[in-house]
């Protein structure tokens, strides 16, 4: 689980938009850049090479 706090602090590296947090894949979600930033042993890891694309 990551502190609420800090999801709203945090913004995409991409689009400096918001982003959401994921519980059930554990990630922080970029609706506008379209990915999914993992979070590493609590850490959320903010970097667009590590991201997963949402796209289909």
Excluded: W
Excluded at 7 to 34: F, M, Q, W
């Amino acid at each position: 689980m990551i502190d609420p706090k800090l999801i709203g602090a945090l913004v995409c590296p991409k689009t400096r938009g918001p982003i959401t947090y994921d519980r059930v894949h554990n990630e922080l979600v970029s609706k506008k850049a379209k990915l999914a930033f993992p979070i590493r042993e609590g850490v959320p890891i903010m970097l667009v090479e590590e991201a997963r694309s949402l796209e289909n």
